[in-house]
Each structure stands twice: as C-alpha cells, then as structure tokens.
C-alpha cells in the first residue's frame, strides 16, 4: 500500500498552534503517521479563510513559510517536490513527497506576477475558489453563484497555469464555473476534495456529466472525508467513502478515483481518525469487491499518472 493525498489543511493547525510540528503532533497529519501508511505525497494547502484573514496574499505566504520552516526541520524524512521526476526521485531515497497548493486563488489578487511568484515558492496546485467570490470566479458555497462562471481574469489564469504547469483544482468552484475550466483548459485538472452528488445532493460535489467531463480530460476527483459530503450524518464511515468511489467508479472509470482526504480541516469525525489509519481504507475497498490493482489505482497509481501529464 502507497498513499497520494492530494488535499490537507495541516498547514492551518500548525498556524494555530506554534508550540505544534510537523514530524509529531496531535492532529491528523503529521510525517511519523504518514510513514505508518507508507506515503509517497502529501498536498499542503495554504488555506485562506477571508472572513478571518484581510489579506489573502500575506496570508498564503506565511503558511508557506510554516511549511518551509517544517521541511528544513526534517529533510531527514521529508523532502518539497517541484515535478513528477522529484517525487520519484524523493521515493528512491525513502523520503515524502510534499507538494505545496493554495486553496483560494484570492491570493493571487488578480495577479500574474502573484502566479509567478508562488510558482517559484514551489506552489503547483491552487483551488480557484474558496466560499466567496474572487478575482476568478465564484464558490459553490451559495446556490445564487451556481449559474456564475471564471472572470476575464479566471479564462486567462487557465491559460496561464497550464503553460505553467499548475495544476487546476475546481474543488469549491461553481457549477459554471467548472464549465468554464473544462472547455478552457487544454491539460487534465481536478477535484481535489470532493465526491458524488448523485450519492449526497450537497454542491460542494460533482455531479455525473462533471464526473465523466473531469474523466475525458484525463483528470482526477480526490474523495474527500468530510461526512457532510458523504451523507446525512455527524460521522463520515469507511463505507459512506466506498459508496461515493463505487458511484465515480461507474460514471467516470476506476481512471479518475484518487485521495483528498481534507484531513486537518474537516470538522466532524471520521471513522479512521488520522492518515496513520489508512489501511483501513485499503482493506475496506479489498472487502467491497475492489481488486486490489484497483485500491492501488485510488491510492496512488491514478495520481501519479495525473502528476507525469502535469508536472
């Protein structure tokens, strides 16, 4: 078993909490439980909350900077990766792949110099939008953006980051705001956290024509725990997160399943309690008829196809 979870919010937590670390701590991330479930990479976003933070941009840089700060504390087990190549050549040396994202494209200010800038801070996954309108679009958060698309600015963003290499992330993004990016973008993109809307009527998920649109192009949805995601209920269960992989299984193809666990920002239990757990997971598709060529799709195959279009 190999673990990519292409969604965290530990960045955040570590904020929170200064006397907290990345190598142990008591949240649901950290690099000893990554190890016991056997990670080749994680993506750590730089999480902007608007109605807490004013300023986007400083606010993504300084998470940045926590991680930079973690990373030169434990180059012994950990290592920041730019490109598919860096995460082979991270595994080869029995290090974890961590990749930098920003989740709210806010942060750019509706700027490419911003773009540029991030790039080079190692920044190669931004989540368009978060729960408020921005410079590129709109949220999936209220039912009155549902019909709303990318700016001028957001078509252009999407031109920009696949010549850049910048993976696109609709996770958050309106209804035609998914549209937009899967008639503009040439490379694949994806869902980094989200799940079925046919198996919970929630619009933080995607529904069946994005699900084979997000197929066609190549690119992935990471399942995400979030029990209100899952289904009607205080508790997100191994087997609501199997019903949701075995709907995108049926409509898009075992190509598209991956991981986005959103551990470290969900705020309501998960039957397995930290990414520690994820053999449970595992075995749990083993049980539900996966075969297991097909839990190592979901768990790291599919990602690392995505990466090498990508990256």
């Known amino acids: ?52 933070h004013r ?3 400083s606010r993504a840089l300084e998470l940045i900077e926590i991680f930079k700060r973690e990373e030169g504390k434990n180059k012994d087990k950990i290592r920041q990766a730019y490109s598919y190549e860096d995460l082979l050549a991270n595994e080869k040396e029995g290090k974890i792949s961590c990749f930098l994202s920003i989740e709210e494209g806010a942060a750019l200010k509706g700027s490419f110099d911003r773009l540029q800038e991030f790039y080079r801070q190692g920044v190669r996954l931004i989540t368009l939008t978060w729960n408020f309108p921005n410079e590129i679009g709109y949220p999936n958060a209220e039912n009155k953006y549902r019909g709303k698309g990318l700016t001028a600015f957001g078509f252009q963003l999407v031109e ?9 992330d609709v996770s958050h993004l309106s209804d035609k705001g998914f549209w937009d990016v899967a008639s503009k973008s ?28 997000l197929a066609e192009k190549g690119g992935i949805i990471g399942v995400n725990y979030y029990s209100n995601f899952l289904a009607d209920k205080n508790i997100g269960t191994i087997q609501d997160i199997i019903t949701h992989m075995k709907h995108i ?56 196809r995505f990466l090498r279009d990508i990256l």
Do not use: W
């Not at 292409?6 to 991330?29: M, Y």
């Not at 920009?160 to 696109?168: D, H, P, Q, R, Y």
């Open 1 to 52: 078993m190999k673990v990519i979870d292409f969604h965290c919010d530990t960045l955040s937590k570590l904020a929170e909490d200064n006397s907290s670390e990345l190598r142990k701590n008591q949240f649901s991330v950290d690099i000893e439980k990554m190890e016991k479930s056997n990670y080749l990479a994680q993506f750590f976003a730089a999480f902007v909350d608007r109605s807490q």
């Open 55 to 57: 300023d986007p941009y």
């Open 160 to 168: 920009a980051m696949n010549k850049m290499g910048i993976i696109i």
């Open 186 to 213: 040439k490379s694949p993109f994806l869902a980094s956290h989200s799940n079925a809307r046919a198996i919970r009527n929630h619009s933080r998920n995607l529904t069946d024509e994005m699900i084979r649109a």
């Open 249 to 304: 299984r049926k409509i898009g193809g075992i190509g598209i399943l991956a991981l986005g666990s959103d551990f470290d920002g969900i705020s309501t239990p998960v039957e397995f309690e930290d990414c520690s757990q994820m053999d449970q997971l595992y075995y749990g598709l083993l049980k539900n008829g996966f075969s297991q060529d097909e839990a190592d799709k979901i768990f790291y195959y599919n990602g690392l």
